[in-house]
């Protein structure tokens, strides 16, 4: 069982827009931003959102993060087929003195 | 251009130990906390270990604590996991990652894992 908390799978159809939550606490996300990673199909992890809303660079704007309160948001706009796969938020947790992960969210684009 | 590569993955036995190494290249190694991550086969990503960027603190997850030591040489721009008194539950791809700065922060570039199976 994870410490954050996602829906374990979401989809759209192209040029859609899709939403992924995390849920945490107040030790987690109440205190920490959020990062969300993307892992594609027998791919590392990608670091995708940082700092709640912040993109690397060559991520697209498509991708946008929020956060409020003890949950955190990834948004995607205009979906695309090279979109499919993995999704997964993290945080430092203070009481853990860890990075904990959500279960993660399998994208499928329908 | 960052590169992580990592070695030292196999079979072990129950009970046995391993150590994994993760070479660095293409940032100053000695500036950035790293960490390690696993993914058991078909599960999710499960933080493993943290180390900041001198090696003066470390960071373990409940499920290794006691079992595993993380350790970095600067000299050498390497990272390493010390795995112990491996369980199956153990198996897994285990990823290098630089974090943005400190061990609290943002995982920015990972490696492409080695795979560690612990079973007799």
């Known amino acids: 069982q994870s410490v954050l908390t996602q829906p374990p799978s979401a989809s759209g159809t192209p040029g859609q827009r899709v939403s992924i939550s995390c849920s945490g606490s107040?030790?987690?996300?109440?205190?920490?931003?959020v990062n969300w990673y993307q892992q594609l199909p027998g791919t590392a992890p990608k670091l995708l959102i940082y700092?709640?809303?912040q993109r690397p660079s060559g991520v697209p704007d498509r991708f946008s993060g929020s956060r409020a309160g003890t949950s955190a948001s990834l948004a995607i706009n205009g979906l695309q087929s090279e979109d499919e796969g993995d999704y997964y938020c993290a945080a430092w947790d203070a009481s853990l003195s860890g990075v904990v992960f959500g279960g993660g969210t399998k994208l499928t684009v329908l | 251009e960052v590169q992580l590569l990592e070695s030292g993955g196999g079979l072990v036995q129950p009970g046995g130990s391993l150590r994994l190494s993760c070479a660095a290249s293409?940032?100053?190694?000695?500036?950035?906390?790293m960490s390690w991550v696993r993914q058991a086969p078909g599960k999710g990503l499960e933080w493993v270990s943290g180390?900041?960027?001198?090696?003066?603190?470390?960071y373990y997850a409940d499920s290794v604590k006691g079992r595993f030591t993380i350790s970095r040489d600067s000299s050498k721009n390497t990272l390493h996991l010390q795995m112990n008194s491996l369980r199956a539950e153990d198996t897994a791809v285990y990823y290098c990652?630089?974090?943005?700065?400190?061990?609290?922060?943002?995982?920015?570039?990972w490696g492409q894992g080695t795979l560690v199976t612990v079973s007799s």
């Open positions: 180390i900041s960027s001198n090696g003066g603190s470390t």
């Open positions: 990652a630089k974090t943005n700065k400190y061990t609290s922060g943002p995982l920015d570039y």
């Open positions: 700092s709640d809303n």
């Open positions: 107040g030790s987690n996300i109440g205190s920490n931003p």
């Open positions: 293409g940032f100053t190694f000695s500036s950035y906390a």
